[in-house]
């Protein structure tokens, strides 16, 4: 694909540019709440995260322990949130963070560009969109008595969920991108929090950011981040959340344990309150944040065990505040799955089925990975060599956030090697799969122990030599880099544009009408390993659903083909590809190069409409790259 086969697409429609107001109003609602209940001596980058964790805490408990309407306790935190943002008004005060403006402003040629995306990755249609409009069609979590939802786990937390359901609710309609929209609004926050981080280096804490400097952050939480995957970050994925909540906790109870240290305890105290609704936040956006929530408080533990600073007792005081909200949102959701959804989530097997022996197979597949993701992970590697220098002599603020840092870093891959053995086992763990998305949750972190170190470098090394001149021309080139990189990388960001995807979301979006309510569909795909399938299930709004296929790793054996045809647990059939494995056994002969719905309730196949291929042979002519 060219920049000349996107320019087409780059333009919102109305619903979209509809569903990206309705976000910002929920955005700009919970940073209120975040204000609200954070305090005086919180971190004003974080508001967008606590007010995620008071989201979080309301829904799941009211949620799980009541059977109140999700829209109820949605107008209740809106009249909160609106009632936050006047009394700001009226006080006079500013909201945002030093920076934001400049902030914003940069990111603008990266928010035109993907303005007008749709959703095309996997996840996106076997779970996360599931579960949001589940809440927007439901209201309310799954349980026994109220409709199925379609997604992989619906015992998955529901923190992602509620954002898009939150925004859908605002806009009237299913906003399918409110959670890829809010995640770049995450990682522009995170850029604020990146400059207090490079201010504290700079030994600047008050200062506001120049131009260079917010471009520098910016870049830093978005294109430069050594774990910044397009195709991860602008989905419905929950890793940006994640990892911007893990970084955030672990530089909330950096400062805590810093305040504690200074002998400001209310500020302390405070700090660790706010932690403690960015981890209820965490708790709340998948399964496994469970790990990365203990290695933080693990890791701020240790801090405070190490430094000679801060008195024990002091620090102890502070684990309520910072553990409540989460232990909360944890015990809460945990009852209700197992009394509604059990089993409907991943699993630890028993310890008799850990699959020990595929623990070397596991570390090699992981030692790969690292090697062709070297950047990544010599990161890891510095923070943790300058992690035992600061057990050993903890001095600086870098020496301490690199204790904390480590810990989670070392600890949360120690953990991923563990899970492939206990919880994934079989393909998943020979092939250590999703292992570099896994440690996405990792990027921003060490990108924000990477800015402090390199701040202090720069006023200790480089500063005091760089002349006037010489720092104008390095400003204006990161202000260039940053305004030009969106643009430049466009086919790269913008992957949702692919001719097969868009054919499949076409096709599914006239088969939802053509389908009665109660189609059984079955998917033929023999070239490919099911993705087109789940994308038609998530198109299917009607009653419909796919409930049987026939992909790749099914048609080697043709007794399998014959008896998955001759079960007839499906009324209808959509034909996406034919291969010579498949084609012989069909009951009637379909052109090459075009898909068919077909209704296969009677004695024979009736073909109900045919769509040829928009310029290709097959879809694996284009690869999803």
């Known amino acids: ?100 403006g400049r902030v914003l402003l940069l990111l603008t040629p990266l928010l035109l560009l993907i303005a007008s995306m749709v959703p095309s990755q996997w996840d996106e249609f076997s779970h996360w969109l599931h579960s ?11 349980r026994e008595g109220l409709p199925e939802n379609r997604a992989t786990y619906p015992a998955y937390p529901y923190g992602v969920p509620l954002i898009t359901y939150l925004a859908s609710l605002v806009a009237g309609t299913f906003v399918e991108t409110a959670q890829s929209m809010l995640n770049t609004l995450v990682l522009a926050a995170f850029a604020l929090a990146l400059w207090r981080v490079m201010a504290l280096g700079l030994d600047r804490p008050d200062a506001r950011p120049s131009w260079t400097q917010a471009a520098l952050v910016l870049l830093g939480a978005t294109l430069l981040g050594p774990t910044f995957v397009p195709k991860v970050v602008f989905t419905a994925y929950a890793e940006v959340g994640s990892a911007v909540a893990v970084a ?20 302390a105290r405070w700090l660790s309150w706010q932690m403690g609704l960015v981890l209820a936040a965490l708790i709340g956006m998948k399964q496994a944040t469970l790990v990365l929530l203990v290695l933080v408080v693990a890791g701020v533990a240790l801090l405070a065990a190490r430094d000679s600073r801060v008195p024990k007792a002091a620090a102890l005081s502070l684990a309520p505040l910072m553990l409540g909200p989460a ?7 945990r009852h209700y ?33 690292a090697a062709n993701k070297g950047g990544h992970f010599l990161l890891i590697l510095i923070i943790a060599v300058f992690a035992v220098r600061g057990l050993w002599r903890c001095r600086t603020r870098f020496d301490r956030l690199a204790v904390v840092a480590a810990t989670v870093l070392v600890g949360y891959n120690v953990f991923l090697a563990w899970a492939y053995i206990a919880v994934f086992g079989g393909y998943e763990a020979e092939h250590v799969a999703s292992f570099w998305r896994y440690n996405m949750h990792l990027g ?45 990388l466009a086919t790269h960001v913008r992957f949702d544009v692919r001719a097969n995807k868009m054919y499949v ?63 007839r647990n499906y009324t209808h059939v959509w034909v996406h590809t034919q291969t010579k ?45």
């Open 581 to 625: 494995d498949v084609t012989p056994y069909l009951p009637i002969p379909l052109a090459e190069g075009t898909s068919h719905l077909i209704d296969a309730r009677g004695d024979r196949w009736t073909v109900i409409k045919s769509w040829p291929y928009p310029g290709y042979r097959l879809p694996t002519d284009l690869p999803d790259k």
């Open 337 to 369: 799955v197992g009394i509604h959804l059990p089993g409907r989530e991943f699993v630890v097997k028993a310890l008799a089925d850990w699959e020990f022996d595929l623990l070397p197979t596991v570390l090699r597949g992981m030692g790969h990975v």
């Open 444 to 488: 921003p972190l060490e990108t924000a122990v990477t800015v402090l170190g390199l701040a202090v470098l720069w006023r200790q090394r480089v500063e005091p030599r760089l002349s006037p001149e010489t720092g104008r021309r390095v400003g204006t080139a990161v202000i260039l880099l940053g305004l030009i990189a969106p643009p430049a």
């Open 132 to 142: 949001g409009r589940y809440l927007f069609d439901v209201g309310s979590f799954p």
């Open 248 to 267: 955030a906790s672990v530089l909330l109870g950096w400062l805590a344990l810093d305040r504690l240290a200074e002998g400001k305890r209310d500020e």
């Open 505 to 567: 979301r076409a096709v599914g979006t006239e088969m939802n009408a053509l389908l009665p309510p109660d189609a059984r569909l079955m998917v033929v795909d023999p070239v490919d390993t099911g993705f087109y399938g789940l994308m038609i299930n998530y198109l299917l709004r009607n009653g419909a659903k796919v409930t049987d296929r026939l992909i790749a790793f099914q048609v080697g054996d043709p007794k399998v083909v014959i008896d998955a045809l001759a079960r």
């Open 1 to 100: 694909m060219t920049h000349a086969d996107l320019l087409p697409h780059l333009l919102p429609t109305l619903a979209q540019v509809q569903g990206h107001a309705a976000l910002v109003v929920v955005a700009l609602g919970m940073i209120g709440l975040g204000r609200l209940v954070s305090g005086r001596s919180r971190l004003v980058e974080f508001d967008l995260l606590a007010g995620w964790g008071v989201v979080v805490v309301v829904f799941t408990l009211a949620g799980t322990l009541t059977t109140v309407p999700f829209h109820m306790i949605a107008i209740g935190l809106g009249i909160v949130a609106s009632a936050a943002w006047s009394r700001h008004v009226r006080r006079g005060q500013n909201p945002f963070p030093p920076g934001t």
């Open 327 to 333: 232990a909360a949102v944890y015990l809460a959701w």
